[in-house]
């Protein structure tokens, strides 16, 4: 798969792979304590970070009223520009994740049970995250956005992916590395210029369903117009799955 990203084909049904909304990608989480340096295929994290571009939003005037959704956000969304990733949209669900200590090791309160974190957006794909990151982090105090799969409701596929949450930091820092002697702590605040550091704390997702967030089809056509094309590549070169029919 490309850069972490599903098999070409893979999300067509919205009700079951989650509503293409947008978000702004610093408010959202990490599900994991680690990701490793690369992509499977062998793409480095952070070079592929210099592959995003910004696309427009479309104006008040301009939008086409005809693709406004009843399930989204009314008005016109909060953001300065749209990213375009060179892989697929990020799965991200509303969670609250288990709190943990250093070790990994979930907290308990007084009764023995699980000390959970607030309810906010958790990315799926991980390594994903941070190449978005690190490019609208780049572009602070400028106001990003870029196209999600949200998943209100998690599906049967993804209790596996689920079993995963075993962030350290609440989601708020990923750790970079292979060998756990040689780790790297990082969040986006260490690639956004002086000052962000103070406002991390006021990046906070702008709703927790997808019925809060904007339709990414009505507000940012041009970047779900740059993914079906880069999509469509995709399926054009992959390779024929060779019958298995009797040649009679």
């Known amino acids: 798969s490309l850069r972490g990203g599903p098999a070409p084909g893979m999300y067509r049904d919205e009700a079951v792979e989650g509503k293409l909304r947008l978000l702004n990608p610093l408010g959202i989480r990490y599900s994991q304590p680690r990701i ?58 509303p969670w ?34 941070y190449s978005i990151q690190t490019a609208a982090a780049r572009l602070w105090p400028r106001r990003c956005a870029v196209m999600v799969r949200c998943i209100d409701e998690v599906p049967g596929a993804a209790i596996k992916e689920l079993r995963k ?12 590395g292979v060998k756990l002697e040689k780790l790297t702590s990082w969040n986006w605040t260490m690639e956004a210029r002086a000052g962000a550091t103070e406002a991390a704390g006021d990046v906070d997702a702008e709703g927790l369903c997808a019925e809060d967030l904007w339709d990414a ?32």
């Open 165 to 176: 949450f075993r962030t350290t930091s609440d989601g708020r820092s990923i750790e970079i």
């Open 36 to 93: 490793a340096p690369r992509f499977r295929d062998g793409h480095s994290l952070t070079d592929t970070a210099d592959e995003l571009y910004e696309v427009p939003l479309v104006s008040v005037a301009d939008v086409d009223k005809r693709t406004l959704k009843g399930d989204s956000a009314p008005g016109a969304p909060p953001y300065d520009t749209v990213l375009v990733p060179p892989f697929p949209e990020i799965r991200v669900i």
């Open 96 to 129: 609250r994740a288990k709190l943990r200590n250093k070790a990994g090791e979930a907290e308990r309160d007084e009764y023995g049970e699980h000390v959970l974190g607030k309810r906010a957006w958790f990315a799926l794909d991980n390594r994903r995250l």
């Open 217 to 248: 089809a009505a507000w940012a056509p041009q970047a779900v117009a740059c993914m079906a094309g880069r999509q469509a590549d995709q399926e054009a070169l992959a390779p024929e799955v060779p019958s298995t029919s009797l040649q009679l």
